[in-house]
């Protein structure tokens, strides 16, 4: 590969609200070339990754002037380093300096001034020139920059594909440490794994049965993305934004506490959570904030509703007092009630608002109720629409599942294990939003009483399949580096200097 590109959107001063960015491409009719410039210290292109030491070519994003009309944002091919690598006339190149994980990745910081490009750098396949005017299929400003920034939707799945098998690296560590290391017994001996105490099981399945569901979820917006058409393209763009947040949220989740639950071994930095952290957290910010993301999520959902391109099917609250929340097909209409609870009350908050409400209307602005008053309940629904998807695709992975374990010992034993984890992953779930649910008539006290129970039951009938599932996760040996993921005692026969130097990894 000789030539290798960047991707220059983000810029320091504009992030999230990247249509407001200041870097300019300015068409010269004299000479047929746009012009490039950064015009303030906010405008430098910023956590630009592979800019520091190795791309040749940027994309650079940039707000358009031809003839002196604004015609909004569009993408230009723009050389930054010569071919000995230097810096191109004009291009300024910087080291973004160290981060707190991820130092291996090259991100770096971009300035142009006066950087000439041909008329045909313009990416074209929205706009393009044509006899010194701008001619666009796309007639909006902003609709524009909206079309260029699709791609981001392949980085946000990327970056969940990616911290996914992160997660699984981690899980896979832990539960291989706390397998052999001993401890404490009933005899008062060192003669007991400590994966067999109920503090560690608390700990660790319910973070193995939530990354085997988001696992099934990531696959489905993995088919969904790879089949994407005009006609499903909003519902893709829905997925994508939700499964970002969700696995890089658990992937954080998991590295920091199964580095606790590790004691001492989880903080060697040669066992690698302090790096699986680092890249948690990059991934949590990378390619949109998920918060934010997960504001977009709930905008397009109810959009989606309100012209009945999303519709929910009515649950049967029948006997609703009495359900047992030890039941998978209970735990799932919670679920599918717990999203339609929040679309309502979000619609009902939105609903009697306006853009730009007349003085002395009584009207709240979109902008007050949306960002300054229902943050939380925007959030929320979100993440139950996004769980909620996870546990419709794992319930399809059972349908094949059943038909499979009828015929298959094997497949019976992989069934009953993902049941399991399904039904401590609803229960997990959905005890985040207990208040919700009481309020709203669908748990009552005495049940929510019971939810703890029901967890500390669902983690020990899952506690004996917890080796399978861990194996599911087909993480094979040669990627795990971590010494306590193999033989940490012949590891410290010798001295490592902290670091993978030991006799377990010459066999490595």
């Known amino acids: 590969m000789t030539i290798v590109g960047c991707f220059a959107l983000t810029e320091l001063g504009y992030g999230n609200n990247a249509v407001e960015m200041e870097t300019r491409a300015d068409w010269d009719p004299a000479t047929q070339e746009f012009i490039i410039n950064t015009p303030s210290v906010l405008a430098q292109k910023y956590w630009i990754t592979n800019g520091f030491c190795d791309a040749t070519f940027a994309v650079v994003f940039a707000q358009t002037y031809v003839g002196g009309k604004h015609e909004g944002i569009h993408t230009f ?8 690598l230097s810096p191109a006339k004009g291009v300024r190149i910087d080291d973004m300096g160290r981060r707190i994980g991820c130092n291996g990745v090259d991100n770096g910081k971009l300035f142009f001034h006066d950087v000439r490009v041909p008329a045909e750098a313009i990416l074209n396949k929205y706009s393009d020139m044509v006899n010194g005017q701008l001619v666009s299929s796309v007639a909006a400003r902003r609709a524009r920059f909206l079309a260029v920034a699709d791609r981001l939707l392949s980085g946000r799945l990327c970056i969940a594909s990616m911290c996914l098998g992160g997660t699984k690296m981690v899980l896979t560590t832990a539960f291989r440490y706390a397998a052999s290391r001993l401890t404490v017994g009933p005899t008062g001996k060192s003669d007991t ?3 067999d105490y109920q503090l560690q099981q608390n700990a660790l399945i319910p973070l193995l049965a939530r990354t085997i569901m988001l696992n099934f979820g990531n696959n489905y917006v993995k088919k969904k993305f790879a089949a994407d058409s005009d006609e499903t393209h909003e519902e893709v763009t829905r997925l994508c934004c939700v499964i970002k947040p969700l696995v890089t949220w658990n992937f954080e989740r998991v590295a920091s506490i199964c580095r606790e639950r590790c004691g001492g071994q989880g903080f060697l930095s040669a066992n690698l959570f302090g790096l699986n952290i680092g890249f948690s957290h990059a991934g949590i910010t990378a390619e949109g904030d998920n918060s934010v993301l997960m504001q977009k999520v709930s905008k397009e959902l109810l959009a989606a509703i309100a012209k009945g391109a999303v519709r929910y099917e009515p649950v049967d ?13 209970v735990l799932c209409k919670i679920a599918r009630l717990r999203e339609q609870i929040l679309v309502k009350q979000l619609g009902a908050a939105m609903a009697g608002t306006s853009s730009s409400p007349a003085p002395g209307s009584g009207k709240k602005s979109v902008f ?12 929320a629904l979100a993440r139950a629409h996004g769980e909620r998807i996870c546990m419709d695709e794992t319930l399809t992975v059972l349908e094949g599942e059943a038909t499979r374990a009828a015929s298959s010992p094997s497949s019976q034993a992989v069934a009953a294990a993902l049941l399991g984890a399904l039904r401590l992953f609803l229960l997990h779930a959905l005890s985040a939003d207990v208040g919700l649910l009481v309020a709203s008539g669908v748990l009552t006290p005495r049940q929510v009483s019971g939810l703890a129970d029901a967890q500390r039951a669902a983690v020990k009938e899952l506690a004996p399949a917890a080796p399978l599932l861990v194996r599911a996760l087909g993480v094979p040996d040669h990627l795990l580096f971590a010494p306590i993921a193999h033989d940490w005692r012949e590891y410290n026969l010798a001295d490592n200097a902290g670091e993978v130097l030991g006799v377990a990894y010459s066999r490595l």
């Open 317 to 329: 609250r029948a006997g609703i007092e009495s359900w047992d929340l030890g039941k998978l097909e």
């Open 368 to 379: 007050q109720v949306w960002m300054l008053e229902q943050s939380d309940t925007i959030q």
């Open 193 to 195: 794994p400590i994966l």
């Open 77 to 84: 091919l723009v050389r930054i380093r010569n071919e000995d």
